[in-house]
């Protein structure tokens, strides 16, 4: 009966403490945590004892118990005091202490240490506790609002050097290091347990996460002051800003895995890490082997076209470029403390990037290095890779043995159906298997939109599935060309067109690509935001000849010659189809060059590759000697030289004359040296010597029964 008793009444002085701190004025707070001594005489060896309740009249805190019974009038103010049996109200510290949310051994080895040289740190110390029992019991805003009205109170001023420093921000800085060090420390100690020994702990761990949050909001409220300058103040909140939520993050994802036991009690598809280690490297490789070459042009910055990672590759690499190498502070330094014993994965992504760590060891190991490694910022991305990973570790297992884990993260942590499934179709586009692409097919039209990632459109391409590539990219939006998108994304938009026989769309998609590119007002703005260099005429080259190699590939070349190509186009497609002559004289390319010109009456030009190209047959049939190779080369050869010759007699006589006689220069975007090259280099744009000699020659014109010349 006493015990219950006593138990009440510790419950009631702790509910009262509490409200009159969570209705203590800010400024009042900082009085509160001040230091007090008797002031009933001067000589302070005859009293100066430590001052724990209020005057009832004037409410100072000047006189001690003992003092307070025999003084008349207040030390500070001279006001009567009242003569009663009434007790003096506790001052708000030592009220915390009574309600038992301040240890009173703690106050007592405070005072212990208290001298003259230590009073300003008891000063702060018991602001600290203040601040301690705030955070404890759900009073953040208490703290935020001692930032805001005291600390950005510019007005809030005093004489008294400890009330002074009191007003700092950087008091409040310092207890956010002091509590955020405590509290990894408490983390350390819980992460070392067994899992069943961290699953008794569950509770505390949630106090922590919320002592964290609390934090979190104080800093954020604290930085608002110093947002917009370069201060070292600022630089150093940031810091700390960032290790808490990283630990906060961790911690979270922590206790979702213990509440699953690591799932210790869900069967991987992998016998073993060597196991899972073995199938990554086999997906890297068949990726590296169905990558499509850069054949555009190998010397340019263009590195979009030359890669063949895979999604968890990228996402992790992202991880490292936000992580940043500024120099460690403390809180930092902290963090490394959380990783388990023995683990080396944090050195080994330190020494070869995170994504050199894929597939992580262990479930621990993946929340250690996702969430204690890059940008707080990126928490999404990091959910996103978890997800990733407990796809890989489950897929190909029967659905109800490991769905519901999947399911229970996602509700855990807000991630929506989309982010969901959008991880899934990342994992199954890596996966190599036919069924992982049939998978991800079928989940693509209920992902796909303005936000999917560019490079889906390119490993279906790579995966020899284009038209699921093009669906992919007109659920995007992005396939029309109206809009502003990278280089790559440009090159994979022509390539899938090409593959899904769509020439002309592919044709109209880059000269819009191109116009866009050469907005400059518009190009410039889009350059800053995603630090690329985009020069138009590059991208004409770059398209152009994308086309031009893959029309040859598909032997579209016939069709690609009837576009309204413009002069600038041409350039391009001259040299790619010359280039492809050079290393295979038996192929059609050069002659369906010397076509592409006669189309367009353009005789001479037609002439002059004819004869560039029968030098390179003749060539070849002396080094030849196959009868079949031979005879196809001559075969060839006779039919384009009586198309040429049969366009050259329409020439007026003049020019048939010095055309023969090798007296008329080079014309249009063919070579003017008499050498044939081993290959153009398509890095630099020909400029024709001459105009178009055909615009200042009268053309011929069909009457009757043949072409007359006016």
Same mark, same amino acid.
């Given at each position: ?27 009042? =707070? ?93 000063? +702060? ?118 290790? +808490? ?7 979270? +994802? ?117 969430? =204690?490694?890059?940008?707080?910022? =990126? ?69 796909? #939109? ?29 396939? #029309? ?20 026989? =769509? ?55 016939? &069709? ?41 009456? &353009? ?108």
């Amino acid at each position: 009966m006493d015990g219950r008793k006593f138990d009440e009444s510790t419950a009631s002085r702790r509910q009262k403490a509490l409200v009159d701190l969570a209705s203590v004025d800010p400024m009042e =707070l900082c009085n509160e945590a001040k230091v007090e001594r008797c002031r009933a005489t001067r000589d302070l060896r005859s009293c100066g004892r430590h001052v724990q309740r209020v005057l009832i009249s004037c409410g100072h805190a000047a006189l001690c118990e003992e003092c307070s019974q025999r003084c008349d009038v207040c030390p500070i103010c001279r006001t009567t005091l009242s003569k009663g049996g009434n007790e003096l109200p506790l001052r708000l510290y030592y009220e915390c202490i009574e309600g038992g949310l301040i240890s009173k051994r703690y106050d007592d080895r405070l005072q212990d240490k208290e001298d003259g040289e230590n009073k300003l740190i008891a000063d +702060i110390q018991r602001l600290y506790s203040l601040f301690d029992v705030a955070l404890e019991n759900n009073l953040v805003s208490l703290i935020c609002h001692y930032v805001t009205d005291v600390c950005m109170d510019e007005s809030a001023v005093s004489s008294d050097p400890v009330i002074a420093f009191l007003l700092d921000e950087k008091v409040v800085k310092d207890w956010c290091w002091r509590t955020f060090k405590t509290l990894l420390t408490e983390l350390q100690g819980i992460y070392s347990l067994t899992v069943e020994e961290m699953n008794g702990k569950l509770g505390s761990l949630l106090k922590i996460s919320s002592k964290l949050a609390g934090m979190s909001n104080v800093l954020e409220v604290l930085e608002s002051s110093f947002r917009g300058s370069v201060s070292a103040m600022f630089q150093d909140l940031n810091h700390l800003q960032d290790s +808490i939520l990283k630990t906060k993050q961790h911690l979270e +994802i922590m206790t979702w895995c213990i509440r699953h036991q690591f799932l210790e009690n869900v069967k991987s598809r992998y016998s073993d890490f060597a196991s899972w280690r073995s199938s990554f490297r086999e997906r890297k490789s068949a990726a590296t082997k169905r990558a499509w070459p850069d054949i555009v042009n190998k010397n340019m910055e263009f590195s979009e076209q030359s890669t063949s990672s895979l999604f968890i590759e990228d996402a992790l690499s992202n991880l490292d470029t936000e992580q940043g190498h500024a120099e460690k502070d403390e809180g930092e330094l902290d963090i490394t403390s959380l990783l388990t014993a023995g683990d080396n994965s944090f050195l080994r992504s330190r020494l070869h990037g995170m994504a050199g760590c894929y597939p992580f060891e262990s479930l621990r190991a993946a929340v250690d290095l996702l969430f =204690l490694n890059g940008n707080s910022d =990126l928490v999404v991305a990091k959910e996103a890779i978890f997800l990733y990973f407990l796809f890989d570790r489950h897929w190909t297992m029967p659905v109800e043995e490991w769905r519901h884990v999947v399911d229970d993260f996602a509700v855990t942590f807000s991630v929506t159906r989309h982010s969901l499934l959008e991880s899934f179709a990342f994992y199954l586009l890596d996966d190599h298997s036919d069924e992982a692409l049939k998978e991800a097919s079928r989940l693509l039209p209920e992902i796909s #939109g303005p936000t999917t990632h560019p490079k889906v459109a390119k490993t279906l391409l790579e995966r020899q599935n284009p038209d699921a590539a093009l669906m992919v990219m007109r659920w995007s939006g992005r396939d #029309g060309g109206a809009g502003l998108v990278s280089l790559g994304e440009a090159v994979t938009a022509v390539r899938v067109r090409v593959e899904c026989g =769509l020439l002309t769309e592919a044709f109209m998609y880059q000269r819009t690509a191109v116009a866009k590119a050469k907005d400059k007002k518009v190009m410039d703005d889009y350059d800053e935001i995603n630090g690329q260099y985009c020069d138009w005429l590059q991208w004409l080259e770059i398209l152009v000849a994308e086309i031009c190699c893959l029309c040859i590939r598909r032997n579209l070349v016939d &069709r690609m010659i009837e576009l309204p190509w413009n002069p600038n186009e041409e350039k391009h497609l001259h040299k790619c189809l010359f280039d492809f002559a050079i290393d295979d004289p038996s192929s059609t390319a050069g002659s369906l060059l010397v076509v592409f010109y006669l189309q367009r009456y &353009r005789y001479i030009e037609a002439y002059q590759v004819d004869r560039k190209l029968e030098t390179l047959e003749e060539d070849l049939i002396s080094r030849n000697q196959s009868d079949e190779t031979s005879y196809k080369l001559r075969s060839l050869s006779h039919w384009r030289k009586g198309l040429v010759s049969r366009s050259v007699e329409l020439l007026p006589d003049i020019l048939q004359q010095q055309l023969k006689s090798g007296n008329l220069p080079e014309v249009g975007g063919i070579p003017s040296n008499e050498n044939i090259p081993a290959k153009s280099d398509l890095q630099k744009v020909q400029e024709p010597i001459l105009g178009n000699l055909l615009f200042k020659v009268p053309q011929p014109k069909w009457e009757g029964n043949g072409f007359v010349y006016p």
